[in-house]
């Protein structure tokens, strides 16, 4: 599986984006798929997971209530909307998919990821 992710830019303090994740392979449809983000001197993070069938989703709590994580199996894509963005949610914004059952929030858990997206708000 490949992954690309898209829909990164600049955008003021309490603006919108919308991430895109689009997939290749056939088996797309029975990974868990998430988001990560890494700023600028620290540590990538877990920021929304989904599950294979899209019924369940994860956030962390700094961006519980603000995020958003779809996906469209037919397409093979995952979504990210961002809402009511903050500066601290300046990072380059990854997807990463999973063959195994269960949203995790550790790196280590994922199989594949893309190349990331750099989202920047100012204030």
């Known amino acids: 599986v490949q992954l690309q992710a898209s829909g990164g830019g600049l955008v003021q303090a309490g603006g919108s984006l919308r991430l895109s994740c689009a997939a290749s392979?056939?088996?797309?449809?029975?990974?868990?798929m998430s988001w990560f983000r890494q700023a600028p001197g620290k540590e990538r993070e877990f920021v929304a997971g989904?599950?294979?069938?899209?019924?369940?989703?994860y956030y962390a709590d700094s961006v519980k209530g603000r995020f958003t994580v779809s996906r469209d199996n037919a397409k093979k894509m995952v979504y990210l909307q961002m809402n009511s963005l903050k500066p601290e949610d300046t990072a380059v914004y990854y997807c990463?998919?999973?063959?195994?059952?269960?949203?995790?929030?550790?790196?280590?858990?994922?199989?594949?990821w893309g190349q990331g997206t750099e989202v920047t708000v100012s204030s």
């Open positions: 990463a998919g999973k063959r195994t059952v269960g949203v995790a929030s550790t790196i280590s858990a994922y199989d594949y």
């Open positions: 989904i599950t294979w069938s899209g019924g369940s989703t």
């Open positions: 392979g056939r088996t797309f449809n029975n990974y868990v």
